[in-house]
């Protein structure tokens, strides 16, 4: 299935993606980065309103996962970005930085690569009609929580906040209002022991790759999906100050070395080079 993919194509995003992208970068005809901060006309300006609604503790923990945590892996010779990865793998695939993804001359750039599949993940633009409209069979979001509860931003903080006993991640189709399409597939898991906001979302981006390799391998189909019961729909932005002080309340924090270094160990893993398959069993002797 000819794939466009369209990320954030960040740290987080690689660790989701890494695998799906080993396993089936034949698929992918072009990767679109966007760069800009949602409803911002800068990223510095987004950084500044995130403090303000949100505190320091969780803008330090973006600019951790985005900036900080990437940076000091990669002086260790890691890759920490879905376009670094692909270079890492040694893949031509073409990736283009773009601001706005619905910008009229990048929708053009995309549907010129003719895909079949366009696939979302952790794009920071909403996707408006004429880009939905251009794959020739479907617009595929892959979203970090069990939908229609916890659309929008950050449902890892969310769901922690809230101390949901569940979490998970939804396969999606892309329809106008934002994490509302048809869902392909749902991954759940338990929350019991999880103590941080990074843990939590650990495990999520565990499941993304599995969840995406599933449906390019013909198992899940976008033609058997579910439409959401939207009566069901809860939507979330950044958290309050006050959110943030809640969830440092219930016991919750942000992260902890054990986070760090599961993520470390995870990018090495995918770092390494591809296994060769194991060799074939013999037929038996002939004579």
Same mark, same amino acid.
């Given at each position: 299935?000819?794939?466009? @993919?369209?990320?954030?194509?960040?740290?987080? $995003?690689?660790?989701?993606?890494? &695998?799906?992208?080993?396993?089936?970068?034949?698929?992918?005809?072009?990767?679109?980065?966007?760069?800009?901060?949602?409803?911002?006309?800068?990223?510095?300006?987004?950084?500044?309103?995130?403090?303000?609604?949100?505190?320091?503790?969780?803008?330090?923990?973006?600019? @951790?996962?985005?900036? +900080?945590?990437?940076?000091?892996?990669?002086?260790?010779?890691?890759?920490?970005?879905?376009?670094?990865?692909?270079?890492?793998?040694? !893949?031509?695939?073409?990736?283009?930085?773009?601001?706005?993804?619905?910008?009229?001359?990048?929708?053009?750039?995309?549907?010129?690569?003719?895909?079949?599949?366009?696939?979302?993940?952790?794009?920071? $633009?909403?996707?408006?009609?004429?880009?939905?409209?251009?794959? $020739?069979?479907?617009?595929?979001?892959?979203?970090?929580?069990?939908?229609?509860?916890?659309?929008?931003?950050?449902?890892?903080?969310?769901?922690?906040?809230?101390?949901?006993?569940?979490?998970?991640?939804?396969?999606?189709?892309?329809?106008?209002? @934002?994490?509302?399409?048809?869902?392909?597939?749902?991954?759940?898991?338990?929350?019991?022991?999880?103590?941080?906001?990074?843990?939590? !979302?650990?495990?999520?981006?565990?499941?993304?790759?599995?969840?995406?390799?599933?449906?390019?391998?013909?198992?899940?189909?976008?033609?058997?999906?579910?439409?959401?019961?939207?009566?069901?729909? $809860?939507?979330?932005?950044?958290?309050?100050r006050a959110d943030v002080a809640a969830l440092h309340q219930a016991g919750?924090?942000?992260?902890?070395?054990?986070? @760090?270094?599961?993520?470390?160990?995870? +990018?090495?893993? +995918?770092? &390494?080079?591809?296994?060769?398959?194991?060799?074939?069993?013999?037929?038996?002797?002939?004579?």
């Amino acid at each position: 299935m000819r794939t466009v @993919l369209i990320t954030n194509g960040n740290l987080l $995003s690689l660790l989701a993606l890494g &695998e799906f992208l080993r396993r089936h970068h034949h698929c992918i005809a072009g990767v679109f980065v966007t760069t800009r901060l949602p409803s911002q006309r800068s990223n510095v300006a987004g950084v500044l309103s995130m403090w303000r609604r949100s505190g320091w503790r969780y803008t330090h923990f973006k600019l @951790l996962t985005n900036l +900080l945590l990437p940076r000091r892996l990669g002086r260790r010779g890691l890759p920490t970005t879905v376009a670094a990865y692909l270079r890492h793998l040694g !893949l031509a695939v073409p990736v283009m930085q773009v601001p706005d993804i619905n910008e009229p001359e990048v929708v053009d750039r995309v549907r010129a690569l003719a895909p079949e599949i366009l696939l979302s993940f952790s794009a920071t $633009s909403r996707f408006q009609d004429a880009l939905i409209e251009v794959p $020739s069979r479907a617009a595929l979001n892959a979203h970090y929580a069990l939908l229609p509860a916890y659309a929008g931003l950050s449902p890892y903080f969310w769901y922690l906040r809230n101390q949901e006993p569940e979490c998970g991640v939804t396969l999606h189709r892309i329809t106008a209002r @934002l994490d509302a399409g048809p869902i392909i597939e749902q991954q759940r898991f338990s929350t019991a022991g999880l103590r941080t906001v990074l843990a939590l !979302l650990r495990e999520q981006t565990a499941r993304i790759s599995p969840m995406l390799g599933r449906y390019y391998a013909g198992d899940t189909s976008e033609r058997g999906a579910v439409p959401q019961d939207l009566s069901r729909r $809860s939507y979330f932005r950044h958290p309050t100050r006050a959110d943030v002080a809640a969830l440092h309340q219930a016991g919750y924090c942000f992260y902890d070395g054990k986070d @760090l270094a599961d993520i470390e160990a995870r +990018l090495r893993g +995918l770092a &390494e080079p591809p296994r060769p398959a194991p060799p074939q069993a013999a037929e038996g002797r002939r004579g």
